[in-house]
């Protein structure tokens, strides 16, 4: 059982990492932990109590946004769920972060290289979840014969293509307004 001061913690560290959120998707992540603490009305110093730096912070903050798709994205690929499904689920989750996302593929040269680390391996997680789910279709004899690596790569391009470009596509949630028709046109690019 925990106690109330333990439970205290663990409420005021996901208040920073919600503020976090907010403030890297609004200002970036050259934003300072001054305008964290401020968002989440905390003082300064206790963003330091609960992340050591702001590298630190970071990596967190991608770590818990990771476990996020892991868990939509994991019972999808494990059980009988169509490829357009798994999809549409991984879209879901982009849109409920997609301010954050789109900061982060356009400003993940600048970050640190272990949070760099947890962009990779969140890409890692969403690879073979898919994987699993084209396995099934490929026994199916649904899939061209395609490396996986490029099916991969077209499915995260289109939607980075389409976040970095949104001007382009849509005045709001460039995912919510085109989901279907990006679900729809890879769905051609790569079944027989």
């Not at 289109?158 to 769905?187: M, R």
Request: charged share 25%; aromatic share 10%.
């Amino acid at each position: 059982m925990k106690t109330k001061r333990q439970i205290q913690k663990e409420a005021t560290r996901k208040l920073i990492l919600d503020a976090a959120y907010q403030v890297y998707a609004d200002e970036g992540f050259s934003a300072t932990t001054n305008q964290i603490a401020k968002a989440a009305n905390v003082s300064h110093g206790t963003i330091f109590v609960h992340f050591p730096t702001v590298d630190n912070l970071i990596s967190c903050l991608l770590e818990r946004f990771g476990s996020e798709i892991n868990e939509h994205l994991h019972l999808l690929s494990e059980k009988d769920e169509s490829l357009e499904t798994f999809l549409a689920a991984h879209i879901n989750v982009l849109i409920s972060y997609e301010d954050f996302y789109k900061r982060l593929i356009s400003e993940i040269n600048i970050l640190p290289q272990e949070a760099k680390y947890v962009f990779i391996n969140i890409q890692s997680v969403v690879s073979f979840h898919l994987n699993q789910v084209i396995e099934r279709d490929k026994e199916k004899k649904a899939i061209k014969e395609i490396p996986m690596h490029i099916i991969f790569n077209s499915w995260l391009g289109l939607i980075h293509y389409y976040l970095t470009n949104n001007y382009l596509f849509a005045a709001g949630s460039v995912l919510t307004d085109h989901k279907d028709e990006l679900i729809l046109n890879y769905i051609k690019l790569i079944r027989k």
